[in-house]
């Protein structure tokens, strides 16, 4: 089991940033995909950037390449997403989610995670 706690949403004016924080509990200690997702209202939940925590490597979204960076703590219990350049198509509620320890599939299959957060409201405005 898994808990997660996002936070550092916001309001900002585009092309300002933000960096939002997620704190896992419970199993941190296996190897896994953490991610974030955004659901902008009428639309869908989409995937925007993983890490998977054994090594560090990250994966991101097209539309998010090179403006977002995703990132966890030393102690692999807290990732981050710093947030650049922000666009009024950024606006979503943003959550943090896990797989479990025994997923070793695609990063972005939004059903391989068992875990979410509550979301953390970004409004990106012109």
């Known amino acids: 089991q898994v808990q997660l706690v996002e936070s550092g949403g916001g309001s900002v004016q585009a092309g300002g940033s933000l960096r939002l924080s997620c704190v896992a509990s419970?199993?941190?200690?296996?190897?896994?995909?953490m991610g974030w997702f955004r659901q902008a209202p009428g639309k869908e939940r989409e995937r925007v950037a993983a890490?998977?925590?054994?090594?560090?490597?990250?994966y991101y979204s097209d539309s998010v390449k090179g403006r977002f960076t995703v990132s966890q703590a030393n102690d692999k219990k807290t990732m981050y997403l710093q947030m650049n350049s922000l666009k009024p198509e950024d606006t979503a509620i943003y959550y943090c989610?896990?797989?479990?320890?025994?997923?070793?599939?695609?990063?972005?299959?939004?059903?391989?995670?068992?875990?979410w957060g509550q979301g953390t409201q970004v409004t990106v405005s012109s």
């Open positions: 989610a896990a797989t479990s320890g025994l997923y070793r599939g695609a990063w972005d299959a939004k059903q391989a995670y068992n875990y």
């Open positions: 419970g199993d941190t200690y296996s190897d896994k995909f």
């Open positions: 890490v998977w925590t054994g090594s560090g490597l990250t």
